[in-house]
């Protein structure tokens, strides 16, 4: 008889559910990709701020995918980092059966990281990693922070766990805080992976003091040595003593009194680029040397697993690649928590012992057929042309130069596009890449597009990793042709994909090589406005027509923006934001802070014309009062001034401003309009001490 076991991740980021089907992980997905909330937090309106909600969309989306009821699972294993939650799935997930859900001994959310990775990857022996910026708190003071484990005949056994505490912040922390400096966040979250991105643009850069210290095989982070490199490079004001801080708090670390005092810097700054690269090399320097200490004594080379969310950085896993007794290196490639819950779903199926199934493909959503892309695409009456083989058409479209979004097969699982929800353009173009980067997905120009490369032909353009097809290592370009994928360094982020992996995917490549010479084009994830990954056939036609893309291929539907008609589009968008606020702001805040007025005077109208106004906050509407400002300075200088007005009488600085770096669209007026003058006083005082240090003293 079948066995199904469902994983939930219910951690307050990256929710997630995983099926597994008598030990084979058969569907799995994360709750943002059908919520549209990037990295679903579960804290929802009018819900208590320490309940997090089950991804109750994602249980019923994998239980639809495959076809089951709730009540044909014959076990529900969930987790939470930080707290328990096994009281608030009982309330909530709606099976008859309560006894079947069940929660893990704490401390878990490690053990089920390491279970994702070893049991995906069929590795029997060897070994796993896991770091990330905080597991299980394990008392009200000390949390996971690195944990090895030893895999033999399947079986995972820990031999070492670090554990962090108020004083003794992770690695991941630790990274956080300095993408935090450089004011990287992804929906509230630090985007580390701009700052790995940014460190390459300072890679000649060396800093002769550490930030953690490995002593026989411990691992301690050096506050003294962290707070001189803040102030040599003026992300503080004044040099901290540990005296200055709070002794301990709970289930806190200290991070967070240090972010008090960080003055973030703009990352087009020089001392920006040097910050990332010195993180970056710690960050490197201090993973190898923890598993070269505690890998010293193993005669033979071994198989080595990873996950945790430090383990997305490419550069770190191309360097342990790298290690001389490292033979096969596996990192997950949904290494964030909402690959938890692919590791509960194993770990739930061997306690019924029921072996695990490596994982045959990480393509584990829906696919949508053709008559479910059909009818939405008349429903919003989108003219389209029909190709049985649209491979030939979409390489001819590709090698004129087009930006093309593909939505295709089952939606991969983890926040790498592979294929199957990615926007695709020529790898030899400055030009394309520039247009994709600012005008399509509105990201920084310092952020590499990764190549799609054939598995075959991988050696002909990329020099080191041949191996690499969930896009989580780097390769030296060799090919001076792909100006449009290579890094400063002059790497690349490489997918390779064979025709079993994505035959799609490989038969266009083929076809695009014919007429271009090329094996290889420019992929990245079908998402703009720094929304989730596409998943459903609306999601993909809603950000097409939000974006500038040429070209959408549905399945085997083709539609072409130059066929749409542009009121069309102009009216598409204002329904599809409408309701989306914060989409409607972060497009806004782009254009404006890209100095692309006339595109962001379009969505100011639609936010000031509509229902929209009356939601916004108060810190939401002193944003639209700033944007306004650097709008109407370049198209009415009346209009500007009376935003200025409105500005001033919300009597600053009595404001919870969040973010000081908004002011300094003020520059353009400080020499004419001597009312800003408090301001800039403000600012001056906000500067020295932090925009955090200062709020708090204004409430004292």
């Known amino acids: 008889m079948d066995c199904y076991v469902m994983g939930i991740n219910m951690s307050n980021h990256d929710r997630s559910v995983a099926i597994c089907k008598n030990g084979e992980i058969l569907t799995a997905i994360a709750e943002e990709r059908l919520d549209r909330r990037k990295h679903s937090d579960g804290f929802y309106a009018r819900n208590p701020k320490d309940i997090v909600l089950p991804p109750l969309k994602a249980i019923n989306y994998c239980l639809s995918s495959i076809n089951i009821s709730i009540d044909d699972l014959d076990s529900i294993v969930v987790g939470k980092s930080i707290n328990n939650c096994i009281e608030t799935a009982i309330n909530y997930i709606p099976i008859k059966d309560k006894n079947k859900i069940v929660e893990l001994s704490n401390p878990y959310h490690h053990l089920t990281h390491a279970a994702s990775a070893v049991y995906s990857s069929g590795v029997d022996?060897?070994?796993?990693?896991?770091?990330?910026?905080?597991?299980?708190?394990?008392?009200?003071?000390?949390?996971?922070?690195?944990s090895l484990y030893k895999i033999k005949d399947n079986k995972i056994t820990e031999i070492d766990k670090q554990f962090g505490d108020y004083d003794n912040i992770s690695l991941g922390m630790f990274y956080d805080i300095i993408s935090y400096c450089l004011g990287f966040s992804d929906s509230g979250i630090p985007a580390a992976g701009k700052t790995m991105g940014l460190s390459a643009y300072g890679n000649d850069i060396r800093y002769n003091k550490r930030f953690f210290k490995i002593d026989k095989g411990d691992i301690r982070f050096l506050f003294d040595n962290f707070i001189e490199f803040l102030y040599e490079y003026k992300l503080i004001n004044k040099r901290i003593k540990r005296t200055d801080l709070p002794k301990k708090v709970e289930k806190t670390t200290i991070i967070t009194e240090i972010a008090k005092y960080i003055r973030p810097i703009n990352w087009q700054m020089d001392r920006a680029k040097k910050v990332a690269s010195i993180a970056q090399a710690e960050l490197e320097k201090s993973v190898l040397e923890y598993l070269k200490f505690h890998l010293k004594n193993i005669p033979n080379e071994i198989d080595l697993c990873s996950s945790g969310g430090v383990f997305l950085n490419t550069n770190l896993n191309t360097a342990i690649l790298s290690m001389d007794n490292i033979r096969k290196y596996y990192p997950f490639p949904a290494s964030t928590d909402d690959g938890c819950s692919i590791g509960m779903a194993y770990l739930g199926s061997l306690s019924k012992n029921i072996k695990a199934i490596p994982l045959k493909s990480i393509y584990l959503g829906k696919k949508h057929d053709k008559e479910e892309i059909l009818s939405v695409l008349d429903d919003n009456q989108i003219e389209y042309e029909f190709f049985n083989n649209p491979e030939k058409e979409i390489a001819k479209y590709l090698n004129e130069g087009m930006i093309i979004g593909i939505y295709q097969g089952k939606s991969e699982f983890g926040p790498r596009a592979l294929g199957n929800r990615s926007i695709i353009a020529k790898p030899d173009s400055i030009k394309i890449r520039d247009r994709l980067n600012l005008n399509i997905k509105h990201r920084e120009p310092f952020r590499p597009l990764a190549p799609i490369v054939q598995s075959d032909c991988v050696e002909k353009y990329f020099e080191g990793v041949k191996d690499s097809p969930y896009m989580l290592f780097v390769s030296k370009v060799i090919d001076s042709r792909l100006i449009g994928i290579t890094h400063y360094d002059n790497t690349a982020r490489i997918q390779t994909v064979t025709r079993s992996q994505n035959r799609f995917m490989y038969n266009l490549l083929s076809e695009y090589s014919k007429i271009s010479d090329l094996n290889v084009c420019i992929n990245t994830s079908f998402n703009v406005n720094n929304e989730p990954i596409v998943e459903t056939p609306l999601d993909a036609i809603n950000n097409f027509i939000l974006s500038d893309m040429d070209i959408l291929l549905?399945?085997?539907?083709?539609?072409?923006?130059?066929?749409?008609?542009?009121?069309?589009?102009?009216?598409?968008?204002k329904d599809i934001m409408i309701n989306n606020k914060e989409g409607v702001f972060k497009i806004l805040k782009w254009h404006t802070k890209n100095h692309d007025y006339s595109s962001a005077k379009v969505y100011f109208e639609l936010l000031k014309d509509t229902y929209l106004f009356n939601t916004l906050t108060e810190d939401e509407y002193i944003d639209f009062l700033i944007i306004a400002i650097n709008i109407y300075n370049h198209y009415n200088k009346k209009t500007m001034n009376e935003y200025i007005e409105k500005l001033l009488k919300l009597n600053y600085p009595k404001i919870n401003f969040s973010d000081f770096y908004k002011f300094r669209y003020f520059d353009d007026y400080r020499q004419d309009k001597s009312h800003i003058k408090h301001i800039t006083k403000s600012m001056k005082k906000i500067e020295q001490e932090g925009i955090i240090k200062y709020l708090e003293e204004l409430c004292k």
């Open 125 to 146: 022996n060897g070994y796993a990693i896991v770091i990330d910026e905080q597991g299980d708190w394990i008392s009200q003071y000390e949390f996971e922070s690195i």
């Open 554 to 573: 549905m399945d085997s539907f083709i539609i072409k923006r130059k066929n749409l008609d542009i009121k069309y589009i102009i009216n598409k968008r």
